[in-house]
C-alpha cells in the first residue's frame, strides 16, 4: 500500500478540485478594548507670546523728582497684572513674595548704591490688605483669561538717591 504523501501544493489542490478556497477558511474573532482619559484640574499663568512666556510685565510708578506725596499705581495687562487660566470650576490662589526684602510687610526696591525706596503690594484699591505670600487672593477658574489686578503704593518718604530702583517679586499659583 502507498502512502499518499501531503504537502501544502496537495491541499490547495484538493480544495480547489472541491470548489473551496482557502480564504472560505479563515476565521474571524472580534475583542473589545477599553479606553478612558482623566482631566485634572490644571491652570496655566502669566504671558503665553513667547518672548516673554510666564511673566507678567512691570508694575511702574512712575518718574518723580521727590517722594513727598504718596505714590500709587495699579496694573493693566502686561504691565503688571496677574494673567491666570484655570481650568473651569478649579479653586486657585496667588501668592506673591516678599522680594528683595524678605518681608512682605516691608517690601523694597533697590537702586544706586544700594539705596532703596519703600513700598507695598495691595490685593485692592483700598490698599488696606497687603498681598501676601501666605494667605493670597483666590478665586475660581473660568476657563479663560482672568487679569488679578496688583495694587501698589510707595508712601511719603526722604527724597533717595536718584536712579532706577527696581525689585523683583515671585508668583506662585496653586490649585
Known sequence: MRCLRTTPRTWLLLLSLLG?????LSVTKS?????SAEVLPACSA?????ATL???GTLNFGTYFSLNTLVSATSSVGNGSLRINCLLNTPYRVLLSAGG?????ARRMTGPAAAQINYNLYTSAAYTTVWDNIT??????TGADQYLQVF???PKQAAPTPGT???????TVSW
Open 54 to 56: 510666564g511673566q507678567f
Open 20 to 24: 473551496c478556497s482557502p480564504v472560505a
Open 152 to 154: 501698589g503704593r510707595v
Open 31 to 35: 475583542a473589545t478594548i477599553g479606553l
Open 165 to 171: 530702583y527696581t525689585d523683583t517679586i515671585t508668583v
Open 46 to 50: 502669566g504671558s503665553t507670546a513667547p
Open 101 to 105: 526684602s524678605g518681608n512682605v510687610a
Open 136 to 141: 493670597g487672593v483666590t478665586g475660581t477658574g
